[in-house]
């Protein structure tokens, strides 16, 4: 009957731990959709389940990251720098970010996102289609360099990598009859774990930028319009 019950015990332990790795929140960053990042420090918690079924080493990075701030003598403590509310970050990307591109209709204030009206700046091919953008924090993205998946460093409040991404949001664009293309941009963030091209704790992981329009009958030569992938 003992032997009967250890098995029964043990079923169960591996029932549990099989749940909880297939069962638990996934780091999905409140479902955006990214191609090549994924997880949101911002909406995931920070021991969510990522893309090799093992959680987000939170509790390394902490260890790691305990001391980032701290100096080394008195006077040099009295100057650390004040953590600015995440955010205030994320506003301040999001305005820069409409300065930098223009006019724009707003889809909603929340972290649904915002988005660009195509009928508002049908001039430039970028804005022949309607997207959507807003910010996350990844934590994890496949490295540019190696092709390998990555860890991105999030620290909350105090180390994290907040970036913009804007997505397409139409297949095709009306005013000049063509398709719309998704396009990227690299980012470096800081990484773990280090490897032959990560030795510095950086890496190049490609973030969606926005989306163009590609006219169906134009010449394969002569579009003036950015690739879908920035060539290097």
Known sequence: MFLAMSRCLGLILIITAFTYAYGANKCEGNGLGLKYVWGDALTDSNDCIGPNNVQY??????????????GSSRAARSHQPRTIDPELTRQALLHNYKAAHGDYSIAGSSRNGRAFSAKE????????CKTRYNTTAPMYGISLTSGQPVTIVQKFPDLLQQVVFEVCESKECDVVHGECTQTYVPYLFLVIPLGPVTLTGQDYVLVENGCVCKPRNSASGSSDTPPSVPNF
Request: one cysteine or more.
């Open 121 to 128: 700046s049908c001039g430039s091919p970028a804005r022949l």
């Open 57 to 70: 080493p939170s509790a390394a990075i902490l260890r790691s990251y305990r001391n980032l701030w701290a």
